[in-house]
């Protein structure tokens, strides 16, 4: 499997390397000095609270507790994790260099705090974690030579494949466990694409399918999470079976959904379940129809007699380390899932210190996607008055807005933290996040520019605002007949607003 390893490898460098651009551009907003959520009051907190460096490293493991936290760090250490990543694409500078990727997206993600707490966020730490475990040699040049390179150990490929398995065996039983009527009357993607946290253009399209395209859907999901992931330890017939699903399902999410670097890491992951025979047999697939294969090709990654060189001692004894990587990583998962799925309250509290000894590295997790989709979006607009008589709105990026002819965006790779975050004030989750949202509000007020990255357009630009308000909207997806007649991606219907505005108190303004 040296091959197909080398080739994952280079697939998680590119997702460290569109995580860290995406960080890069984003976390000054978040995480600044003048930020939503500033990490220097924070970690003033925290020293206050946890006491001694050992505590605190436990409580909040970031190199940012030593470092500075200014806008050039910040900036900074983003870009040196997509240079980093660069070197695991190429297959250059050994093991190091995943360890200290790993560490730099702990250490901004732990920093990043509200906006961080992503399933996603996980999935790329345990990844990149299980990473540091593979062979260390092999470049791009080497793959496209077809050399024959180191074969990985087979507990961490066991390791890559049950954390595969259960990124979608957790998810399809998180489906089914809710009890939400939308997965279990089929009924669930109807609402899926116009109530996710950023809806996509593709989403708006495959919105217009028929009903019954997205009855079958919800099916094809529960076939794809429930059954598809034993494929995963059967023999190879079943393990290409399962590539050849599973990729193209990741590719029709990435398309008609904004969940970043999320897909591409999924499929990634989704290399670790063939081995260089596959790879072998997808280059020589075009020339079947030429003529017929050789007989006997050399399977790359093999040499005559490697099993005969003798092994030294000291080598012998790393070789158990792996195996005691499995020791560790499949009860603390368990526990994961027994924690997640557990009713049980007095099982959780028996549980919660075992959890706590390695939950803050966040590389050992449990998978839950969308356990329940809303079946309507209410939107929390943020309105501004200079004179107390007429209310603009501030049109958040990314999201829908007062301007339902604007087009839902699709992001690509990059995850923009703030809107898919604020998404939730209003879809379930988010109500005891104050402490963003009252920074948000102060930063409208007060310091306008500190937050105008975040915003299409900021309506007062003249005259500061005297108070800003919420006014709450549903939103649905429009039809094709709708955006020939108005030129509307999105029906909006208002809800009303906050009981009363915030008025803006500003030091030294009158």
């Not at 200014?70 to 900074?76: D, Q, R, S, T, W």
């Not at 475990?133 to 074969?151: E, S, V, Y």
């Not at 065996?169 to 694409?193: N, Q, R």
């Amino acid at each position: 499997m040296g091959r197909t390893i080398a080739l994952f490898r280079a697939g998680a460098g590119l997702t460290y390397l569109a995580a860290f651009l995406s960080l890069a551009v984003q976390l000054d907003d978040l995480i600044g000095p003048r930020g939503l959520l500033p990490l220097e009051d924070f970690l003033e907190r925290l020293r206050a609270a946890a006491p001694g460096p050992a505590a605190q490293v436990h409580a909040f493991p970031t190199l940012f507790l030593w470092f500075d936290r200014g806008e050039a760090a910040l900036v900074g250490v983003a870009l040196a994790g997509a240079a980093i990543a660069l070197m695991m694409i190429a297959g250059i500078g050994g093991r190091a260099v995943p360890i200290v990727l790993w560490f730099l997206y702990l250490s901004c993600i732990t920093a990043g705090r509200d906006f961080f707490y992503y399933q996603w966020d996980n999935l790329l730490l345990e990844t990149g974690f299980l990473a540091v475990f593979l062979p260390a040699r092999g470049t791009i040049l080497d793959l496209a030579k077809g050399r024959a390179l180191p074969g990985p150990p087979s507990p961490v490929v066991f390791l890559l494949r049950w954390l595969l398995f259960r990124l979608l065996f957790e998810s399809g039983l998180a489906k089914i466990a809710a009890g939400e009527g939308t997965w279990l009357d089929l009924s669930a993607m109807t609402y899926y694409y116009e109530t996710a946290p950023l809806p996509s253009w593709g989403g708006w399209l495959v919105q217009q399918f028929p009903l019954w395209f997205h009855q079958a859907s919800v099916i094809f999901t529960f076939f794809v999470e429930i059954v598809l992931p034993f494929f995963i330890f059967l023999p190879r017939r079943f393990r290409r079976a399962f590539f050849l699903i599973h990729v193209p399902f990741q590719a029709s999410i990435a398309l008609t959904s904004n969940y970043g670097f999320f897909n591409l890491l999924s499929a990634a992951l989704g290399l670790a379940v063939l081995d260089d025979r596959d790879l072998e047999a997808a280059v020589r697939l075009p020339a079947r129809f030429r003529r017929r294969p050789d007989a006997a090709l050399p399977v790359p990654g093999t040499s005559a007699g490697a099993s005969s060189r003798r092994i030294p001692r000291a080598r012998r004894v790393l070789r158990l380390a792996p195996w005691l990587l499995v020791a560790a990583i499949v009860p603390a998962s368990l526990i994961e899932a027994l924690t997640y799925f557990s009713r049980d309250p007095s099982l959780r509290a028996r549980i919660a210190p075992v959890h706590g000894l390695y939950a803050s590295l966040r590389s050992v997790n449990v998978y839950h996607l969308f356990p329940g989709v809303l079946r309507q979006r209410i939107v929390a607009e943020i309105e501004g008055t200079a004179d107390g008589a007429e209310w603009r709105p501030y049109r958040l990026r990314y999201a829908p807005s007062a301007e339902p002819g604007v087009v839902p965006p699709t992001t690509g790779l990059h995850n923009p933290r703030f809107p898919f975050h604020y998404s939730f004030l209003t879809l379930g989750r988010g109500q005891r996040d104050v402490e963003y949202l009252n920074n948000l509000v102060a930063r409208l007020c007060c310091d306008p520019a500190a937050v105008a990255d975040l915003f299409a357009a900021q309506p007062l630009q003249d005259s500061p605002p005297r108070a800003l308000r919420f006014s709450f909207y549903r939103y649905r997806f429009g039809t094709r007949g709708d955006l020939r007649r108005t030129g509307s991606y999105w029906i909006r219907e208002p809800l009303g607003g906050a009981p009363r505005p915030v008025a803006c108190s500003c030091p030294g303004r009158p």
